[in-house]
């Protein structure tokens, strides 16, 4: 009986080409190198997919009882409150996240602290490295730090990304019969658990592969400069009009005067002009960044909406809306509207909640491959020793 599967094996092997051969040891070393990696950032991607929802239930001091939009206090009116209760700590801007929602404070410090739009009272103050920012530590750098770690975790985004395309070579039918398709688009759930392992890898594996594509190419153009650039060139941009773009605009000697406004008039005025004037999705989510030099401009952020944001600048002396601000996200061209949309694309909020699901099973699926991939493996390679 040896003998026989020993002839049937041969034969198979002898009958695939050389770039078949190839392709599955490559398909195999590269996952096994990569499958460690693969995994926890499969499982961190999942967890993080949720962090508002999940912070939204179990961080009380984020939610408040909704009121009009106008009793929300501006900043003119927190900031002092806030400067009363840390008198030592250095403000940099207010995130108002909503009618429902606190004011997070960005202080200088470990602790984020959150503040009630409507009458400006601490709602809480928690550490910084809090649970998500630990899992995100892990899906970002492996908690090797920074430098170590995101060399790691995109070298093996960028080998998860030809292992897909591998393994759908790997998974593609030679003969398209009845008994190919069933194996290929189905799962023998009665059948033993070496095939029922086998059929998760490759037919759950081919299910998510659009996604898994998507997922690893947004997290490619995040890690590497390179490609970055290839995608915005072949989405339809260029570079230098790119570069252009984002030039924050110099500061021109008639404005190094003295401002018209004062500092917390001045961002009373920009929080009233972005909400009633500006803000198209989500207006009463907007951040406003105090500025750091009295020559710096004013920075303010709206339109936060799944998962992506419009950024604006203001003149320091004349409050005027600056060329460099970005345009609403549904205005923009398509190479734009990709740069922008890609953190929204690689997370599963640019559809809410329905893709944010759909995104949590397929990185659970990408979490489940290097497992599944791996008892393939080692299953052969223990039935070959018997032999």
């Known amino acids: 009986m040896n003998v026989i599967n020993k002839q049937s094996s041969k034969s198979k092997t002898k009958g695939k080409s050389r770039f078949s051969k190839v392709n599955a040891w490559l398909h195999l070393w590269l996952g096994l190198a990569s499958g460690i990696v693969v995994l926890i950032m499969g499982v961190t991607g999942c967890i993080l997919v949720f962090e508002h929802e999940i912070k939204a239930m179990t961080s009380p001091w984020l939610n408040v009882e909704a009121q009009s939009a106008d009793k929300i206090l501006p900043p003119s009116k927190i900031y002092p409150l806030v400067k009363k209760a840390?008198?030592?700590?250095d403000i940099h801007g207010l995130w108002y996240n909503g009618l429902d929602?606190?004011?997070k404070v960005d202080i200088e410090s470990d602790s984020l602290i959150y503040v009630n739009p409507y009458n400006g009272q601490i709602t809480g103050m928690v550490d910084h490295e809090d649970f998500f920012h630990e899992i995100d530590e892990g899906h970002r750098y492996l908690w090797?730090?920074?430098?170590i770690g995101t060399t790691i975790t995109s070298w093996a985004t960028l080998i998860f990304f030809f292992l897909l395309i591998s393994g759908i070579i790997l998974w593609f039918p030679k003969k398209w019969n009845k008994t190919t398709v069933?194996?290929?688009?189905?799962?023998?759930?009665?059948?033993?658990?070496?095939r029922v392992n086998y059929d998760l890898h490759n037919v759950l594996g081919f299910y998510t592969l659009i996604l898994a594509f998507l997922i690893a190419l947004t997290g490619l153009i995040m890690s590497f400069h390179?490609?970055?650039e290839s995608t915005y060139w072949i989405t339809g941009g260029f570079a230098n009009?790119?570069?252009?773009?984002?030039?924050?605009?110099?500061?021109?000697?008639?404005?190094?005067?003295?401002?018209?406004?004062?500092?917390?008039?001045?961002?009373d005025i920009i929080f009233n002009k972005v909400r009633k004037g500006i803000a198209i999705q989500n207006k009463e989510a907007v951040i406003i960044h105090f500025p750091d030099e009295p020559k710096d401009n004013f920075y303010a952020c709206t339109d936060m909406?799944?998962?992506n944001w419009r950024d604006l600048y203001f003149d320091q002396k004349t409050l005027e809306l600056l060329p460099n601000s970005r345009n609403y996200i549904g205005d923009e061209k398509f190479h734009d509207w990709m740069s922008r949309s890609n953190y929204s694309l690689h997370v599963g909020a640019i559809g809410g909640l329905t893709t944010k699901i759909i995104y949590f099973i397929a990185s659970l699926i990408c979490a489940?491959?290097?497992?599944?991939g791996f008892y393939i493996w080692w299953g052969r390679t223990k039935k070959a020793k018997k032999n």
């Open 182 to 194: 069933n194996s290929s688009f189905k799962i023998k759930w009665k059948a033993k658990f070496k």
């Open 241 to 267: 009009e790119k570069v252009k773009k984002e030039v924050v605009a110099e500061v021109k000697p008639d404005t190094l005067s003295k401002p018209k406004y004062d500092m917390l008039t001045a961002s």
């Open 305 to 307: 909406h799944n998962g």
């Open 226 to 228: 390179w490609v970055r």
């Open 368 to 372: 489940s491959l290097p497992l599944t």
């Open 144 to 147: 090797l730090g920074k430098e």
């Open 86 to 89: 840390f008198p030592k700590k």
């Open 101 to 103: 929602k606190t004011i």
